[in-house]
């Protein structure tokens, strides 16, 4: 009994975790969105966006208000988009996706991870280049009809539609458009009165690295690792 307690405790720290960390990274992505355009989502696309995100991981919504507040203020921190590159174990590129208010710590933990996690930390252009920068939208696919919907939004650049399963194994609809065309789904969608369940630009890679289960054990270590820094937002892989 003593040890199904010790496994549920640690599963509900980890969860904390996780929700704590996707906290900080909206919050982070909310006082970006607001320094650039502003605290009313009306009129700002971008803060409208980390709004619906907020809601997807269950952000309670004065914490969201308190971070668009917060953003206003004149002692709030500037954050810098800084993108790393560099290879795990294997041969496994990873992109970095970071926001900081300080480089010189953010450039020596990101390395440190690298490092230690037996890859190497690359210049700017050594990975990016196996990716396509894309804009990533799920939807709630009640009431919608995908083959409709397809064909209604290629003209907003649609270049994929599929279905997958959130992290609560509930079904999504996932629609892909170049990072050039994301603005234009985000109109289009708000248009016919769609709301995604979240809106993210996201690297995929044009190409997969195969591994073994031990392989993949040694990136996913190094992935998490990354994932953990404050200064990291996302993390992205070619792992297949």
């Known amino acids: 009994m003593g040890r199904i307690f010790e496994v549920r405790k640690a599963s509900m720290f980890a969860r904390y975790d996780r929700m704590a960390k996707q906290f900080t990274r909206i919050g982070k992505e909310i006082a970006i969105a ?25 952000m309670p919504k004065d914490r ?18 800084i993108l790393y590159e560099g290879y795990g174990p294997h041969g496994v590129a990873i992109l970095v996706e970071t926001a900081t208010d300080n480089h010189v710590r953010t450039v020596a933990n990101v390395k440190s991870h690298f490092n230690k996690g037996g890859g190497t930390l690359g210049n700017s252009g ?3 280049f196996q ?17 409709d919907l397809e064909l209604e939004l290629i003209d907003a650049g649609l270049e994929e539609l ?6 609560n194994d509930k079904e999504v609809l996932v629609i892909r458009v170049a990072f050039t065309d994301f603005g234009n789904m985000q109109k289009a969608l708000e248009e016919k009165h769609i709301t995604p369940i979240s809106a993210e630009v996201e690297w ?28 990291v937002q996302k993390v992205f892989h070619n792992m297949q």
């Open 126 to 128: 050594s990975v990016a």
């Open 64 to 81: 969201v208000e308190a971070a668009i507040k917060r953003a206003q203020g004149k002692e709030m921190e500037n954050y810098d988009e």
């Open 34 to 58: 607001v320094k650039a355009g502003g605290p009313d989502p009306n009129t700002n696309a971008a803060l409208r966006r980390c709004m619906q995100n907020a809601k997807s991981v269950n």
């Open 131 to 147: 990716f396509n920068k894309m804009g990533v939208f799920k939807l709630n696919p009640e009431g919608l009809n995908a083959e």
């Open 162 to 167: 599929g279905e997958s399963t959130d992290e």
């Open 204 to 231: 995929i890679p044009s190409t997969t690295v195969p591994v073994t289960d031990e392989q993949a054990e040694e990136v996913s270590k190094l992935i998490e690792r990354l994932e953990q820094d404050e200064d």
